[in-house]
């Protein structure tokens, strides 16, 4: 294991731009907790924890707002000791049953995932994966910080799952949360909780940081970037080990599945995608915050969705844009969104309010998306910056003749030929913006612009600022 694998505190290199959403409050969740849940749990027969009402239900991962974060004893009080199951593989046809996907972004079934690290049949390493590396996203770093135990005791329970003796909880460098992360894991040692000894690794603060290979690569002792798929890391992860990687949030998931239940957990959301998740929502006023909501929920009931509108990103920067007609249509799900060109990813929600240029906003977005590739392959090293950059000059009035007619042809050749899915995350996000856009794109090529508002909205890190002198 590389000395990467230590926890370091580090001063944050200030992400947040307006509209960031890392610190802010859940609003109200719909969504009941496991103390709601009669005859599930030491929380519900104890009568302990938090209680739901009928009109504002208790998220099931997060703390009430005004409670701050839950510490050992106040997590122990509520759900009880750590569920173990005694050996390998007692734990997956639970988690099969619940039908839990993970959160980080791909949606992928959890207990294939560990079904497939178990056939590898060597000894593996369990990763929590909180790099979080998405700038509109905060829901991961707003979990750890206010119930470290809960994605804790997730981590432990997919170690025993596996077969692992090594748990890795890797996290961004976010001000004090590696520290904070390291103090947490140390007091549950110190308690005997822990049957493995959890190692706390910083993330580089890069939107590829949490891409599975190039977090391989950085626990190896190798720079954060994305491999050229040979073998899945399930096959050959960290050290050469068959690695299991999940997301913060699905270990948090994992933790109560273990507690209370498949049949608790598939209360909520839909039959073919069950469960809650935290999503984080950019309001058009400039608002944003951290809420768990079922899967399934409308989201007109998420975001307002009114007048001051004109379009919604949908699954962060390797999402879509929609049309806010079309987003009043749909829910939370991919079985909606999927058809529509959008998935629900992590979680993200953005509205775009009326004043600010589409073109524009995805014009930045789509520079640092060009600046934060590995630029290991072609559609990385030459297409997303010829694609940045014709977006750049499309997004100002009065475009170069063939911009559009460029961005088009090129965005056509790239998808599927990347060494990772950054390019076709990025050439999504792009074309659904030329969609979403059109009237804007015909206003532009005229020398108009609707835009009444220049401060940038989509939140970026303060830092991302150019690395390469080429294109822009």
Same mark, same amino acid.
């Not at 995932?113 to 000894?123: D, I, T, Y």
């Not at 998931?253 to 984080?280: H, K, V």
């Not at 056509?412 to 913006?433: E, K, N, Y």
């Not at 303060?462 to 822009?472: H, I, K, L, M, T």
């Given at each position: 294991?590389?000395?990467?694998?230590?926890?370091?505190?580090?001063?944050?290199?200030?992400?947040?731009?307006?509209?960031?959403?890392?610190?802010?409050?859940?609003?109200?969740?719909?969504?009941?907790?496991?103390?709601?849940?009669?005859?599930?749990?030491?929380?519900?027969?104890?009568?302990?924890?938090?209680?739901?009402?009928?009109?504002?239900?208790?998220?099931?991962?997060?703390?009430?707002?005004?409670?701050?974060?839950?510490?050992?004893?106040?997590?122990?009080?509520?759900?009880?000791?750590?569920?173990?199951?005694?050996?390998?593989?007692?734990?997956?046809?639970?988690?099969?049953?619940?039908?839990?996907?993970?959160?980080?972004?791909?949606?992928?079934?959890?207990?294939?995932?560990?079904?497939?690290?178990?056939?590898?049949?060597?000894?593996?390493?369990?990763?929590?994966?909180?790099?979080?590396?998405?700038?509109?996203?905060?829901?991961?770093?707003?979990?750890?910080?206010?119930?470290?135990?809960?994605?804790?005791?997730?981590?432990?329970?997919?170690?025993?799952?596996?077969?692992?003796?090594?748990?890795?909880?890797?996290?961004?460098?976010? %001000?004090?949360?590696?520290?904070?992360?390291?103090?947490?894991?140390?007091?549950?040692?110190?308690?005997?909780?822990?049957?493995?000894?959890?190692?706390?690794?910083?993330?580089?603060?890069?939107?590829?940081?949490?891409?599975?290979?190039?977090?391989?690569?950085?626990?190896?002792?190798?720079?954060?970037?994305?491999?050229?798929?040979?073998?899945?890391?399930?096959?050959?992860?960290?050290?050469?080990?068959?690695?299991?990687?999940?997301?913060?949030?699905?270990?948090?998931?994992?933790?109560?599945?273990?507690?209370?239940?498949?049949?608790?957990?598939?209360?909520?959301?839909?039959?073919?995608?069950?469960?809650?998740?935290?999503?984080?929502?950019?309001?058009?006023?400039?608002?944003?915050?951290?809420?768990?909501?079922?899967?399934?929920?409308?989201?007109?009931?998420?975001?307002?969705?009114?007048?001051?509108?004109?379009?919604?990103?949908?699954?962060?920067?390797?999402?879509?844009?929609?049309?806010?007609?079309?987003?009043?249509?749909?829910?939370?799900?991919?079985?909606?969104?999927?058809?529509?060109?959008?998935?629900?990813?992590?979680?993200?929600?953005?509205?775009?309010?009326?004043?600010?240029?589409?073109?524009?906003?995805?014009?930045?977005?789509?520079?640092?998306?060009?600046?934060?590739?590995?630029?290991?392959?072609?559609?990385?090293?030459?297409?997303?910056?010829?694609?940045?950059?014709?977006?750049?000059?499309?997004?100002?009035?009065?475009?170069?003749?063939?911009?559009?007619?460029?961005?088009?042809?090129?965005?056509?050749?790239?998808?599927?030929?990347?060494?990772?899915?950054?390019?076709?995350?990025?050439?999504?996000?792009?074309?659904?913006?030329?969609?979403?856009?059109?009237?804007?794109?015909?206003? %532009?090529?005229?020398?108009?612009?609707?835009?009444?508002?220049?401060?940038?909205?989509?939140?970026?890190?303060?830092?991302?600022?150019?690395?390469?002198?080429?294109?822009?």
């Amino acid at each position: 294991m590389s000395t990467s694998m230590i926890a370091r505190a580090t001063a944050d290199r200030g992400r947040g731009t307006p509209g960031s959403t890392s610190g802010c409050a859940p609003t109200a969740a719909a969504g009941h907790g496991p103390a709601a849940s009669a005859g599930h749990g030491p929380a519900a027969s104890a009568g302990r924890g938090p209680t739901a009402s009928a009109d504002r239900p208790q998220p099931r991962l997060l703390p009430p707002a005004a409670a701050g974060p839950v510490s050992l004893p106040g997590h122990l009080a509520s759900h009880g000791p750590l569920p173990y199951r005694g050996r390998p593989e007692a734990l997956v046809p639970e988690l099969a049953a619940a039908g839990l996907t993970g959160r980080g972004g791909a949606a992928f079934p959890v207990h294939r995932k560990m079904a497939a690290v178990l056939a590898a049949g060597r000894s593996p390493v369990a990763v929590g994966n909180g790099a979080e590396g998405e700038p509109a996203s905060g829901k991961d770093r707003y979990l750890l910080r206010s119930a470290p135990h809960l994605v804790l005791d997730g981590l432990q329970l997919a170690a025993e799952a596996v077969g692992a003796d090594v748990a890795v909880l890797y996290v961004q460098r976010d %001000h004090d949360l590696p520290a904070r992360m390291a103090d947490a894991a140390g007091q549950r040692a110190a308690a005997g909780l822990d049957r493995v000894r959890v190692q706390v690794a910083e993330a580089p603060e890069a939107f590829l940081s949490g891409e599975e290979s190039a977090l391989v690569a950085s626990l190896s002792g190798g720079p954060a970037v994305p491999a050229f798929k040979r073998a899945g890391v399930y096959e050959r992860g960290v050290a050469g080990r068959p690695t299991l990687v999940q997301n913060v949030e699905t270990l948090a998931q994992i933790a109560l599945i273990a507690r209370y239940g498949a049949p608790w957990f598939r209360g909520l959301g839909t039959a073919d995608e069950p469960g809650s998740m935290l999503c984080s929502l950019h309001r058009a006023d400039g608002r944003s915050a951290i809420t768990e909501v079922p899967l399934g929920t409308p989201l007109r009931s998420l975001l307002p969705l009114g007048p001051g509108v004109q379009a919604v990103l949908c699954g962060g920067y390797h999402g879509a844009w929609l049309t806010t007609a079309r987003a009043s249509q749909l829910t939370l799900s991919n079985a909606a969104l999927r058809p529509a060109g959008a998935f629900v990813g992590a979680g993200v929600l953005a509205e775009l309010p009326v004043g600010r240029c589409g073109l524009a906003e995805t014009a930045r977005v789509m520079r640092y998306l060009a600046l934060e590739s590995a630029g290991q392959c072609g559609p990385c090293f030459n297409g997303l910056p010829r694609i940045a950059a014709a977006l750049a000059e499309l997004a100002v009035p009065r475009p170069a003749p063939g911009a559009l007619a460029d961005l088009r042809r090129w965005s056509g050749l790239m998808p599927g030929r990347g060494a990772c899915h950054h390019p076709d995350g990025s050439i999504r996000f792009v074309t659904s913006a030329l969609s979403v856009f059109a009237a804007e794109t015909d206003l %532009h090529s005229r020398g108009r612009c609707t835009a009444s508002a220049g401060r940038p909205f989509l939140p970026l890190p303060a830092a991302a600022g150019p690395r390469e002198g080429d294109w822009s």
